[in-house]
């Protein structure tokens, strides 16, 4: 399995948005280039937009990429300009009617300014640490890893009882269409218009009561009836391969992630390590548990001919 944790949404940079509602209520003037080679796009009163404000905003919204040149001349900048324009008016007014002086709209602004701070500590010190040594090492430790495991494809018929699942295999002994029966009879919707298709995934990523039944089975065979969470499963083995790993630049940007998402971590440790934090309130539900593993809506290609 490529072993990389997703990294949580929460740590995601989200400055561009955070950084215009914070300028959009600022005292004006701005006559100074806020980066190298920017150009001065807009006037709104004594408030200079900037290209690099129009970026931001376009970036934040998801309409170019992060790394994505945007032409000043082009009507998406126009579109977005005129959203920034509009934006400092709408604060502008806020302000002159006080609204910026209640207590609420003052803890949004700081929480605003804390999170655009968390944020440039991860873009310059934290993500900024992560060198090429450092991708080209944990790259080869995945890839050493990914090696020595199996990708299976199975196919899932889930059932109430054993008593129905015992019938589904009698069915399926007699010769029918593992795909067929697993649309009429499986009572697991994300699955069963599929012809029950899980797609592949190594034993390691599976709930237990998949993994154990799986281990060893060769292509070909039919697994149970077992009980899990969900109900009583029969697999069908559709397919053994090797796991093959991505090459490095498929792997870099979950790799820079992954890297970044650990920096976070340790420094956030550090941090709440030095901190005297006390918490007034206990969180008392728990995440809700999967019964049966998440479907892919068709066989994946080998990792060597998709990004991770």
Known sequence: ??????IA???????????????ACGQGGDARAPESGDRAVARVQDQTIWASDVRREAVAQGLVGEDEPLDVTSDLFGRVLDEVIDRKLLAREAERRGLDESDLVQRRLEATRERI?????????????VNEQKIQELYRDQVRRAQTSDEIRTRLILSRTREEAAAVVGVLAQGAAFEAVAAQSSIDDATRYSGGDLGYRTIDVLPQAYADALRG??????VGPFQTEGGWAVLRVEDR????????????????????????????????????????????????????????????????????
């Open 9 to 23: 949404r929460r740590f995601a940079p989200a400055a561009g948005v955070a950084l215009l509602l914070l300028s």
């Open 1 to 6: 399995m490529w072993l990389f944790s997703p």
């Open 217 to 222: 089975q060769p292509a070909g065979a039919t």
């Open 117 to 129: 701070l968390g944020d440039v500590l991860i873009e310059t010190e934290i993500a900024g640490d």
């Open 241 to 308: 391969r090797r796991e093959t790993p991505p090459t490095l630049e498929q792997a870099r940007p979950q790799i820079v992630r992954y890297l970044t998402y650990e920096g976070i971590r340790q420094e956030l440790a550090t941090l709440r390590g030095k901190a005297r934090i006390e918490r007034l309130v206990t969180p008392t539900s728990t995440p809700p548990t999967t019964s049966t593993p998440a479907p892919q809506a068709a066989p994946t290609p080998p990792a060597s001919a998709s990004a991770p």
